[in-house]
């Protein structure tokens, strides 16, 4: 903030990445609980979220050059999640989700399914922006991936659509 304020600009808001991450997809409307990593070149979002409130955040040196680590940790999480907070919340989660750089590599995502016994899905970032049917960005679909925060931050709230 001092650096803003140092440059004359006025903060309004301050967002984290796991939820502009969330936003952006996960539809508006869905109200069901995912299990978000965000696979980054040096480290690992891991991210509960229902709809685009996000429940659960950390983030670990790991990455999907590192598949037995990773799951690990998927396996923690998962466990915990369904473990303790089940009874309270009476969510589980339905999926786990793929984004960042790490996402479209070869084996991570059939890795994760067999490993930890639950589907896994690549995420489409561009899901909450317009209809691939009418219309295709420039960026590839691959190089999209690392994008999931950026839009996101462009995206309105859900309350907002």
């Given at each position: 903030?001092?650096?803003?304020t140092a440059?004359g600009?006025?903060v309004?808001s301050l ?5 502009a991450i ?5 539809d508006a409307?869905d109200?069901?609980s995912y299990?978000i990593?965000?696979l980054e070149?040096?480290?690992?979002g891991f991210y ?5 409130a996000v ?5 670990m040196?790991i990455?999907s050059d ?6 690990e ?7 915990h999640?369904?473990?303790?907070n ?6 589980t989660?339905?999926?786990?989700l793929?984004?960042g750089e790490?996402a479209a590599?070869?084996?991570v995502?059939?890795g ?7 589907e896994v ?5 561009w ?8 219309y295709?960005?420039d960026?590839p679909?691959k ?5 999931a925060a950026?839009?996101g ?9």
């Amino acid at each position: 903030l001092d650096l803003f304020t140092a440059a004359g600009l006025t903060v309004t808001s301050l967002e984290l990445e796991s939820q502009a991450i969330a936003r952006s997809i996960i539809d508006a409307h869905d109200d069901n609980s995912y299990l978000i990593l965000n696979l980054e070149r040096a480290k690992t979002g891991f991210y509960i979220a229902t709809g685009d409130a996000v429940q659960f955040t950390s983030t670990m040196v790991i990455t999907s050059d590192d598949m037995v680590g990773l799951c690990e940790e998927i396996t923690k999480i998962y466990w915990h999640a369904h473990g303790e907070n089940k009874e309270k919340s009476g969510r589980t989660i339905s999926k786990i989700l793929l984004c960042g750089e790490g996402a479209a590599k070869e084996g991570v995502q059939d890795g994760i399914s067999k490993t930890v016994g639950i589907e896994v899905e690549i995420a489409n970032v561009w899901k909450n922006v317009f209809v691939f049917d009418k219309y295709v960005p420039d960026i590839p679909l691959k190089d999209s991936f690392g994008y999931a925060a950026a839009i996101g931050l462009a995206l309105p709230p859900h309350s907002q659509y």
